[in-house]
């Protein structure tokens, strides 16, 4: 669950609690009328439903309960989600509470419970305007039969008037409290999910420095001896084909591990944006590379950033090991929501029998370790598909395009969006 959703849990859980309470609350209250009006069927009634006045009240405040379980209740939980029960149920409030006023003015007791239920599901001023609705039908009620004496009606107005009003404040304010505490909550869950995303990158950032470090004091190291001793051992033996191929290919894995340590430290793009970090990348490859930026640049998510960089590294590490090519194109072209990386050379081009590998042997292969031709390096080792799987983590796509004696274009696009 994401900052928002676990703000609005929460904030749900501070008055998940109160509702029954409420419920409960309005249960009694209605209850109580009820009884109260009931005793009014002993033939003291004086409501203008004559001797069946208290029968209908109790038929109105218990179509009144029924409104409010099916539609009040959804609408005090949550307001801006149940707009249409709220309203349906500020209706039935005033048509089936007026109506049960006019039939028994004992029903007026059920305004203690009618006023916090409609500050609680409708806004202010909507509420406000229902109680006024509410006290018409005690007033409507009192009024006539005060006769000379129409005080009684005066004191019900300006008492209730001004105590719903009150209640009605307090319980906005409740309500006002609420909403700032589920932003408070919100804000503090979004600090809270940066907090650990910054931790969880500084401790893959941390990682990769010290796989790099091992890499280097390893590999890279092993890789550097083997040369010397073989360059040593050629000297004294004089030149030999197998001790050729054998520095080459120690050659080859000490610059494909000295790359490998350079993907790995994240100081490649520390400080630095996209572009630099390429122009660095070219101008250490020891091959003419053309870096041409194209379009309004555009912030990268750091995924975004280290994949170019990544794609960009391996591309060119290809062209260096398969390609035999005199100069390289490398392309960054941002567009709308999308950026696109183009890494291209002048070389030997692709293998129309296999797309993602290199020209054959009589065509011009070039002999790997123990003879073994590197025809399938581009479509079977780990370059393509880890370029293709690394662009595909983060929503985008590669391709790979090329002709014998025509060069090799790789083309990657992805969102310029995080993902």
Not at 343 to 350: A, E, F, K, P, Y
Not at 374 to 403: C, E, Q, S, W
Request: neutral net charge.
């Amino acid at each position: 669950m994401g900052g928002g959703g676990r703000a609005s849990a929460r904030s749900e859980d501070v008055w998940l609690r109160s509702y029954p309470y409420w419920d409960a609350y309005y249960a009694v209250v209605l209850a109580v009328t009820v009884v109260v009006v009931a005793a009014q069927a002993d033939g003291t009634t004086t409501g203008p439903a004559g001797q069946a006045g208290p029968f209908v009240a109790i038929g109105l405040l218990l179509v009144l309960a029924l409104a409010y379980a099916l539609a009040g209740r959804r609408a005090v939980r949550d307001r801006r989600r149940h707009v249409r029960e709220a309203r349906w149920y500020a209706a039935a409030m005033l048509v089936l509470f007026t109506a049960a006023g006019l039939a028994e003015s004992a029903s007026a007791i059920a305004l203690s419970a009618l006023l916090p239920m409609a500050f609680m599901s409708l806004p202010t001023a909507w509420a406000v305007g229902v109680v006024v609705g509410l006290f018409a039908a005690p007033a409507a009620w009192l009024l006539p039969s005060a006769g000379a004496d129409p005080w009684g009606a005066v004191m019900t107005l300006g008492v209730g008037l001004p105590a719903g009003a009150l209640l009605g404040t307090s319980i906005g304010r409740l309500s006002a409290q609420n909403r700032q505490r589920a932003r408070l909550i919100e804000e503090l869950d979004r600090t809270r999910d940066e907090l650990a995303r910054m931790s969880q990158e500084a401790g893959v950032l941390a990682e990769r420095e010290r796989l790099a470090g091992d890499i280097h004091d390893t590999l890279a190291q092993g890789f550097a001896g083997i040369i010397m001793l073989l360059q040593a051992t050629e000297a004294v033996t004089g030149p030999d084909r197998h001790l050729e191929l054998a520095v080459r290919t120690a050659k080859e894995s000490l610059a494909e591990t000295r790359a490998l340590i350079a993907a790995l430290a994240p100081p490649a793009l520390s400080g630095a944006s996209v572009e630099e970090a390429l122009r660095r990348l070219a101008a250490g490859f020891g091959l003419p590379v053309e870096v041409a930026v194209g379009g309004a640049p555009v912030p990268l998510s750091p995924a975004a950033e280290v994949v170019v960089l990544r794609v960009a590294q391996e591309a060119l590490a290809n062209v260096r090991k398969h390609a035999r090519a005199r100069s390289v194109r490398l392309a960054l072209e941002y567009g709308e929501g999308r950026v696109r990386l183009t890494v291209s050379d002048d070389g030997c081009g692709l293998d129309p029998a296999r797309p993602t590998a290199r020209p054959g042997p009589e065509d011009g292969r070039e002999e790997g370790p123990q003879g073994e031709g590197k025809a399938g390096v581009l479509g079977g080792g780990f370059g393509v598909p880890g370029m293709r799987r690394r662009v595909a983590g983060i929503g985008g796509t590669l391709t790979v395009d090329g002709a014998p004696g025509q060069g090799t274009t790789v083309t990657m696009e992805v969102p310029c969006s995080p993902s």
